[in-house]
Structures are given as C-alpha cells and as structure tokens.
C-alpha cells in the first residue's frame, strides 16, 4: 500500500512539473479566438446567443485583456514592436448577417477590435450574409478589419489544381480589396484545412498570413496561425469558453492527439479523450 501512495505521489508531482512547463512555454503566447454565429436560432456548435457572445467579451474587459488586430501581431513578430498587456485577436468567419445585426453593437458597446473573414462570392447576394455596404460600415467604425475567407469556402486541402487553390485564393483577395478600397493581408482558411501548396499559393498569392484551427495560442508560424474555436450550443458555453481561453496549452496538444486519433481510424478510442 505505501509502495502504491509512493508511486501515485511521484506520478502527481511529474505531472505538475509537465504543466509548469506546458504553460510556462507557451506564456508569451496569443490567443487567437475564433466565432462564426450569433443568434438566437441555431442552436448548433458554431452558433452562441447574443447574450453568450456578450457575457464573453465582457469577461475579456473586465479581466485586463486588450483586443488587438493580426497588423499588430505580425507586426510585434516583424519588427519587435511591443505588444500590449494580455493581447487577444477576435475572428468571426463567413459574414452572416448576424455580423453586422448583432455582433456590431457588441462590438461597440465594448469597444472591442474584431477581424471579419468574408465568404466574398455570397455578400450582396445571399439574404443571410452581409452586403458589402454593410461591411464598409464596420470597416469605418475602426473596430473591424475585413479580410478574406475565400470565394466560396470550399475545402482548399481537397482541391486538385492549384489553379483552382490560387483562384479562391487571390480573386478572394482583391474582391476584398475592391470593395473595401484598403489591403488584404490576411486569410482564415475554410474549416482550418490546408496542404504545403496551399500554405505556399497563400504566400505567392500576397498573404501576410493566414489563419487555421489548432486550439493552441500563436507564438509564429505566419501561413499557419492556430485559432482556438469558441463553441455553443452546447451546456456550460461560458466555462468551456474560459477553459479554451486559459487552458490553450493543454487543450492543444490534446486535440490534436484526437484528430489525430480519428484520422487514423481509431475514433472509438478518440472519443474517451475529452477536450471542452
């Protein structure tokens, strides 16, 4: 029995030495949080309600963090510009109409900087996106920051022809640059998917960076900058929201192993590795 405690006490202190050292590499890390819906109708895993979306961006004011945008990031990595306390970079993906209906206001109450990747083929014409009149407004309020999210957000890791990858890629671009009359430099890749050609086409293509799921924070990497999805529909959101914000580090690393996991065929096993 005191062999037992001995080994169970040897185990609990290793693994608080891993932990230390987990969030200890990843303490000059940034979360990188990435939304796509809020409404009050779909109750779905990409979807919070207003009040959620609220409660969160709230919690970011009130706990000192400081919105920043991927300029000053990127800019920090370039040219050693210093960031300021506790950094975070807002993302939402699509541009539902809910973006400019809901999420706006939000945004303004809290004075908060978010980054719009836009779906460029479906504003000005599908009822449940944005127009892009509507996306120059938010431009102007100096507290979003349009970039591309492709065309049509079809799975660049699965298209054949790099013109095709190139296509989605840089007509994406200068749509946004057409409409918004400033640069796009940044990309959110659809689903998080991407191969080398397309992380190389991305860079051909005049890309600063571009952005992906990985759950972990942002140390480097430009053409792969990890994005820690924030989930709904689901009990619990505004804990599992704090867990992904605070325990990126071990979170990561854990997710990754299930995909992993799940690639490999071995989903039955995956399933016993929680992540929130």
């Known amino acids: 029995m005191k062999t037992f405690f001995k080994f169970m006490l040897v185990m609990i202190v290793l693994c608080a030495i891993f932990l230390i050292w987990l969030f ?25 309600t207003p009040d959620e979306f609220d409660a969160q961006m709230k919690y970011l004011v009130d706990h000192g963090y400081t919105f920043i945008s991927p300029d000053e990031l990127l800019d920090a990595w370039d040219n050693q510009t210093p960031l300021p306390p506790k950094p975070v970079i807002v993302t939402f993906g699509g ?19 978010v980054t719009l990747f836009v779906i460029t083929d479906f504003l000005s014409l599908y009822p449940n996106y944005i127009t892009w009149q509507q996306a120059r407004e938010m431009q102007e309020s100096g507290l979003v920051d349009v970039e591309s999210n ?15 990858i190139r296509s989605q890629l840089y007509n994406s671009k200068q749509a946004v640059e057409w409409y918004m009359k400033k640069p796009a430099n940044y990309v959110a890749y659809p689903g998080g998917l991407y191969t080398r ?10 890309y600063r960076a571009a952005f992906t799921v990985d759950y972990g924070l942002a140390h480097a990497g430009h053409y792969v900058l990890p994005t ?3 989930a709904g529909g689901k009990s619990h959101t505004f804990l599992r929201f704090k867990a992904r914000l605070h325990g990126a580090p071990l979170i990561a690393p854990l997710q990754r192993l299930k995909n992993s996991m799940i690639y490999d065929g071995n989903g039955a096993l995956a399933q016993y590795i929680w992540t929130p």
């Not at 303490?27 to 796509?36: C, E, K, N, R, T």
């Not at 541009?95 to 945004?107: E, H, R, S």
């Not at 492709?150 to 095709?164: G, I, V, W, Y």
């Open 150 to 164: 492709t065309l049509n957000h079809n799975n660049l890791a699965e298209m054949l022809s790099n013109q095709d």
């Open 197 to 206: 050609e397309v992380e190389q086409i991305t860079r051909d293509s005049g």
């Open 24 to 48: 200890r590499r990843d303490a000059d890390g940034v979360p990188i949080l990435s939304y796509h819906q809020v409404n009050e109708i779909d109750h779905n895993e990409f979807t919070l």
């Open 95 to 113: 541009g539902k109409l809910d973006m400019y209906k809901t999420v706006f206001p939000i945004l303004q109450k809290y004075n908060a900087k």
């Open 228 to 230: 820690i999805p924030i």
